[in-house]
Nanobody, 122 residues
Framework: VQLQASGGGLVQAGGFLRLSCVVSGGTINGRGMGWFRRAPGNERELVAA????????YYADSVKGRFTISRDNAKNTVYLQMNTLKPEDTAVYYC??????WGTGQRHYDYWGQGTQVTVSS
């Protein structure tokens, strides 16, 4: 299973980006999906997660109301819409597949993408 994340880039504060993660070599059906990020000097943190039926979502407090996670199981793709970006959102963003239909702990996730850099300038 391979995950290819894209959509990162440089954006000014207040701007927006949409990240995509395409999964190949396997299906995301039945799997929860998550977006994580790691900023320099920080540990990797879960930003958003979505259950495989998309009826349950989780957001870190720091992104609630600004980020939206979604998925298209037919396209084996998960998205992260990021609005009203702040400099503190600067990080490498990773997508990951869960080994069950829902989970938020890092141990729940078994396959990881290579990451896409998001840089927000002030």
């Amino acid at each position: 299973v391979q995950l290819q994340a894209s959509g990162g880039g440089l954006v000014q504060a207040g701007g927006f980006l949409r990240l995509s993660c395409v999964v190949s070599g396997g299906t995301i059906n039945g799997r929860g999906m998550g977006w994580f990020r790691r900023a320099p000097g920080n540990e990797r943190e879960l930003v958003a997660a979505i259950s495989w039926t998309a009826d349950i979502t989780y957001y870190a407090d720091s992104v609630k109301g600004r980020f939206t996670i979604s998925r298209d199981n037919a396209k084996n793709t998960v998205y992260l819409q990021m609005n009203t970006l702040k400099p503190e959102d600067t990080a490498v963003y990773y997508c990951a597949t869960g080994h069950t239909g829902w989970g938020t702990g890092q141990r729940h996730y078994d396959y990881w993408g290579q990451g896409t850099q998001v840089t927000v300038s002030s």
